[in-house]
């Protein structure tokens, strides 16, 4: 049931005759490409950008009006579009905002992540500082339960907002219910999308610094600022992560594996096996990280997928361990 552009922002079914007037803009045959952070792939469908939770229901009332699937886009930082593009409605998360209550940051799931991070520490407040300069927004950040230098984003989460497409209705839930595990929660396999957030973050000066390559950092230096702590890890990630305005990339792309309950570091196995700097063509390992697969220019989305499923043969041949990708594949590969 394909629905049918009339003037005014207004949408028919073609089987219905009903007539709908949305306020959003809903665009079709949206190039999705310059919307992700690895630079490639096809077209939405149909695509359009949410402000708030009113315009939010509009476009699932579309999306259930024409028999449409959804795929809900934040950052795109995480992901991996299809050349073929998304055959149904792409619903970008632009509902901004950060605000404080106490220790608490109450924040809009289409914020930026790390403008979230760099307006906690304007705060001073503590918290979420190691996960300084991830790329992404709020609501990706939760549903893939970002982690970085010893620090997961459900460490700090109170609660969660979340409009649920069954009801069109929103509710809150707690941390406990949101089923958070390594690089996953309950919002990558149902029917809620964020909308907000809570942090609770502290004016007690307490950094996290158990990960080894901030510990070495500050080996001189215990009690590191605020503003320290976030410029030693700027440091760290520029000397293992690629420029995002150079290149194409998720930032890493496996998932440590998990074995009896032990998270094996994987970068140690690719490493081992000599895979970093490994390239064929315009897709390749990074030299610095061996766990980011870049796209140097021309690749292809079919180029990464099969150039990601020969490093996980090669691992899985060497060591006989199953990796997994950490990001997200959009439409149909």
Same mark, same amino acid.
């Given at each position: 049931? %394909?629905?049918?552009? !009339? %003037? ?19 665009k079709q ?19 359009c ?80 500082? !190691? ?8 609501g990706?950040a ?6 970085a ?12 907002e979340?409009f649920?497409?069954?009801? *069109? ?10 089923k ?18 809570? *942090? ?8 996290? *610094? ?9 080996? !001189? !230096? ?33 998932k ?16 081992n ?61």
């Open positions: 049931m %394909n629905p049918v552009r !009339n %003037n005014s922002n207004k949408y028919s079914s073609k089987n219905s005759g009903e007539v709908i007037s949305y306020r959003m803009n809903i045959n949206v190039p999705l490409k310059n919307l992700t952070t690895f630079k490639v792939g096809g077209c939405a469908n149909y695509f950008k949410v402000k708030s939770v009113s315009e939010l229901k509009e476009a699932v009332d579309f999306s259930k009006k024409n028999s449409l699937q959804v795929f809900v886009l934040g950052g795109g930082s995480n992901i991996l579009v299809s050349d073929s593009g998304f055959n149904g409605l792409v619903i970008k998360i632009e509902i901004k905002g950060i605000s404080y209550e106490d220790e608490k940051a109450i924040c809009g799931a289409g914020e930026n992540w790390d403008r979230v991070v760099e307006s906690s520490i304007q705060n001073k407040l503590y918290g979420i500082e !190691n996960l300084s300069f991830i790329p992404g927004t709020v990706g939760v549903a893939g339960n970002i982690g230098y010893g620090m997961e984003i459900k460490d700090n989460l109170e609660w969660v979340v649920d497409t069954k009801n *069109l209705k929103t509710i809150i839930l707690k941390k406990s219910e949101c958070f595990d390594y690089r996953d929660s309950i919002f990558k396999k149902n029917n809620f999308i964020i909308t907000k957030i809570c *942090l609770k973050l502290s004016y007690e000066e307490n950094v996290n *610094l158990s990960y080894k390559d901030i510990k070495e950092y500050f080996k !001189n !230096n215990n009690t590191p600022k605020l503003k320290k702590v976030r410029s030693a890890i700027g440091k760290i990630r520029k000397n293992k992560f690629p420029d995002l305005k150079k290149y194409g990339t998720a930032g890493s792309f496996f440590n594996p998990v074995i009896e309950g032990n998270k094996i570091h994987l970068a140690k196995i690719l490493d096996l000599d895979m970093k700097g490994l390239r064929e063509g315009s897709i390749g390992i990074s030299e610095k990280q061996p766990l980011i697969i870049i796209n140097y220019g021309s690749a292809s989305a079919k180029d990464v997928k099969t150039f990601s499923e020969k490093v996980a043969h090669k691992v899985y041949k060497k060591t006989k361990i199953k990796i997994t990708p950490e990001i997200i594949f959009v439409g149909k590969f």
